[in-house]
């Protein structure tokens, strides 16, 4: 039988995480911060430490993975969130980039079409309107009204 590197125990009941890490044959008890208690497991580049939060819809103190650095690794659900908020945030940035692309659209035709009447105010036929402005049919139908 091969003995574990790593032996780490939790209570829920005092919320209180101990480490122990085979040395020389026995498991040594290693010195976690109160403030923060994380392991580390420097073999394998994470570290165990607790948080306070809500997971599946039941808030507590939960066991929970975190980089060098504590800060904690996403669980599957949140990072499921995490994709959708983007995609969200993604197609409000389309829909606001198309409406900026309606609005300038609009106050180009709208300049157009005053081009167009300044044009025929000072008696220029429609037709070359027409020809120096290219108007849609729709626009000519509205200047001929």
Known sequence: MQ??????????????????????????????????????????????GIWEGVFQNVPGY??????????????????????????????????????RERAVKEQADAKLMQAARNLLEIGMEIEEVDRIVGLSEVQLKDLQL
Do not use: H, M
């Open 3 to 48: 003995l574990k590197l790593y032996y780490l125990v939790y209570s829920r009941y005092t919320r209180k995480l101990r480490y122990f890490k085979l040395e020389r044959g026995q498991y040594q008890e290693q010195s976690l911060n109160p403030e923060n208690p994380i392991a580390w497991l420097a073999d394998l580049e994470i570290g165990l």
């Open 62 to 99: 939960w066991l929970r993975w975190c980089d060098r650095a504590g800060n904690w690794l996403l669980t599957d659900i949140e990072k499921l969130e995490q994709r959708l908020e983007q995609s969200e945030q993604r197609l409000e940035q389309k829909r606001a980039a198309k409406k």
